[in-house]
C-alpha cells in the first residue's frame, strides 16, 4: 500500500457508492448531527486514526523484512480493529437511522432496515 492509498477516504475506494444524506429531518435535530454516529465522531476518528497507525506499522514491518507470520498476525489484529468498528457503526445506524424510519413506518421503515441487511451482509462476506 502507498502512502497515497493509506490516505484515500472512504467513499473515494474503488466501489464504493456515494452517500446521500438518508436521515428524516427530525433526527436532524437536537444537536447529535445527521448520522447516529455524530454525536461519538471525535471518538470514532481517534479509533481510525489508532487503526490507521497499525496500518503503518505493517507497511514497516514489511519494509524491513519481518517474518511473515509476525505480519500476518498484525494483519489479523488490523482486520478486527475495523471489524469492531464496523460493528459498532452498525449499532449506531440502528439505533438512530433505523429508529427514526420506525418511528415514521411505511416505507421509510422498509428501505432502511433493507440498507441495513445490505450492510450486515456485507459485513459478513468481509
Do not use: N, W
Request: with cysteine.
Amino acid at each position: 500500500m502507498t502512502t497515497t492509498q493509506a490516505r484515500t477516504e472512504p467513499d473515494d475506494a474503488p466501489g464504493s457508492e456515494p452517500h446521500a444524506d438518508h436521515t428524516p429531518a427530525a433526527a436532524h435535530q437536537g444537536g447529535h448531527g445527521p448520522h447516529g454516529y455524530s454525536a461519538q465522531k471525535d471518538a470514532h476518528l481517534k479509533r481510525l486514526r489508532r487503526i490507521e497507525g497499525q496500518i503503518r506499522g505493517l507497511q514497516r514491518m514489511v519494509d524491513e523484512d519481518v517474518y511473515c507470520i509476525d505480519v500476518l498476525t498484525q494483519v489479523s489484529a488490523g482486520t478486527k480493529a475495523l471489524q469492531s468498528f464496523a460493528l459498532s457503526l452498525l449499532e449506531e445506524h440502528l439505533r438512530h437511522c433505523v429508529a427514526a424510519a420506525a418511528e415514521e413506518g411505511g416505507a421509510e421503515l422498509d428501505a432502511k432496515v433493507a440498507e441495513a441487511t445490505a450492510a450486515i451482509s456485507r459485513l459478513l462476506r468481509s
